[in-house]
């Protein structure tokens, strides 16, 4: 399964540590090292590669390469000075997370720079983090956000990014009413009528950016404010090791003491019955104490599939405001500011093309321009139209538009690794390969696709959304019990959706 890290603020600012410069070897190719060392960082490169884009893994993880292990101590080689300091400022937190789960407490990462057939250590940190809380586990510990005894203001943990804020997001005709409320909030939180404030639209148009803009200007102007930024993930992790652990009381306690509540993704609190009906109650609390809850959501919340209808009411209470896809003209704007924010102003021509070219999310756009000014940056290269073409095809995989997964792929990926005739999917035999082979469709589909369940069932001789509800349920608790089904699903994925 996929191993996602990214709702997971569990550590403390690691220390920064600088050392002499020392001598290298060259670095080995992760994917033929068999060494301790490279078996170790390839588990950390399977833990990454999950929680980024397949364009940003192969762009600044793919060249890394492993030197040594010793002494608790990870040495890794980069190919320049503008790679490591781009993996520090971007990338810091979940190498972080990585090198505990993988290493251990206590690791160190060391980056060293190969520099006209010379090395040159930059600089080495030392991760300084907890031991862990039970015995270690396949998976990292979720550390629950509070503590029984501890002073109520003391070390509140907001988990917002400062990098997202007003000022650097760009807004426009697809965006303007969520980003009008979203300024409104800020300025007043818990006293306008859009309490509770939901942001819902596809992936990659910015809702995470604008909801933790408005948890940054609130405590801008109240330091003292307790904002929270959360995810459902999260929420329900944290709920669930508070049950484990009998610290329900304190979790309650501590979410419903927050002035600003902020759960992005709400969509994945679909099925978790216990957890909707906590939120429910901290919804209300917080709701009549005049806090601000502010949600995001892939959809609707009229739209929401096995969500309590309680819940569906309230998130209606406030104002909901939908994020759309940007048109040319703010696509040009994003890249054009995003370039300035990277120190390379790009060519006209370059900026206009990649505009017209990749349409599908503004996480897509900006990535495809990162992915230019790090081959202009590492690989000496000038900035070309020809070499913004090629970042492009290697985007959109040729086709120059991003073309949407549909079901077809998926049943011919899944019918293929499991030896099955396509037709056999929508049919009405009952055999354990075939309706397990359908189930995984109709999970997929639900997980990489923006289709209805009763669109899903279309698909399959027609049936009705509760069996698919049913189908993507049974592949849930796969997950959690069947690790050959798990592994299985996993991979499909990555085969679908080219990860």
Not at 79 to 106: C, D
Not at 431 to 437: N, Q, T
Request: net charge neutral; glycine share 6%.
């Amino acid at each position: 399964m996929a191993k996602k890290l990214d709702t997971l603020n569990l550590f403390p600012q690691a220390a920064k540590e600088v050392v002499t410069p020392v001598r290298m070897v060259a670095g080995k190719d992760p994917s033929t090292d068999q060494s301790e060392t490279g078996k170790l960082w390839k588990q950390c490169l399977d833990i990454i590669r999950d929680n980024v884009s397949q364009q940003v893994f192969k762009t600044w993880f793919e060249p890394i390469r492993s030197i040594s292990w010793e002494n608790r101590e990870m040495t890794v080689q980069v190919p320049s000075q503008f790679f490591y300091e781009w993996l520090e400022e971007h990338y810091y937190g979940l190498l972080q997370k990585t090198i505990y789960q993988v290493l251990g407490a206590h690791a160190r990462l060391k980056y060293e720079v190969v520099v006209e057939n010379t090395t040159e250590t930059l600089e080495q940190r030392t991760i300084k983090l907890p031991a862990f809380r039970q015995s270690p586990a396949s998976s990292v510990q979720t550390q629950l956000p509070f503590t029984p005894t501890a002073p109520v203001q003391a070390n509140f943990p907001a988990y917002l990014n400062p990098r997202y804020t007003f000022d650097n997001f760009i807004n426009g005709e697809s965006n303007q009413l969520a980003f009008s409320a979203a300024q409104a909030v800020s300025e007043n939180p818990g006293r306008t009528r859009f309490n509770p404030l939901v942001l819902y639209g596809n992936t990659g148009l910015g809702k995470t950016h604008l909801v933790q803009a408005i948890g940054n200007r609130i405590i801008e102007k109240n330091r003292m404010a307790r904002v929270l930024y959360t995810t459902s993930e999260r929420f329900t992790m944290e709920y669930v090791n508070a049950i484990q652990s009998n610290k329900v009381n304190e979790f309650t306690a501590f979410y419903r003491s927050v002035d600003v509540l902020i759960v992005d993704d709400i969509q994945f609190f679909a099925g978790k019955e216990k957890t909707q009906d906590n939120f429910f109650h901290t919804f209300n609390s917080l709701h009549q104490q005049g806090k601000q809850l502010i949600l995001t959501s892939d959809r609707p919340p009229k739209e929401l599939q096995d969500v309590d209808d309680r819940l569906i009411s309230r998130f209606q209470w406030g104002l909901t405001a939908d994020v759309q896809l940007p048109d040319y003209e703010m696509r040009m704007a994003i890249l054009q500011r995003k370039s300035l924010d990277e120190g390379m102003e790009m060519p006209l021509a370059i900026v206009e093309y990649i505009a017209r070219h990749v349409t599908s999310s503004v996480r897509e756009l900006e990535g495809c321009l990162i992915s230019l000014i790090a081959k202009v940056s590492l690989d000496g290269r000038e900035a070309t139209l020809d070499l913004a073409k090629e970042v492009v095809r290697g985007v959109t995989g040729g086709s120059g538009m991003l073309r949407p997964l549909n079901m077809d792929d998926i049943k011919e990926e899944v019918s293929t690794y499991y030896g099955l005739p396509i037709d056999l999917l929508a049919g009405k035999t009952r055999k354990h390969e075939v309706v397990l082979a359908r189930q995984v469709c109709m999970y997929l589909a639900k997980q990489l696709t923006n289709m209805s369940l009763k669109s899903i069932g279309s698909h399959f001789g027609g049936r009705d959304h509760t069996t698919v509800l049913h189908s993507i349920q049974m592949i849930e608790n796969y997950l959690d019990t069947d690790r050959t089904v798990a592994q299985s699903v996993e991979l499909l994925r990555k085969k679908v959706s080219h990860d």
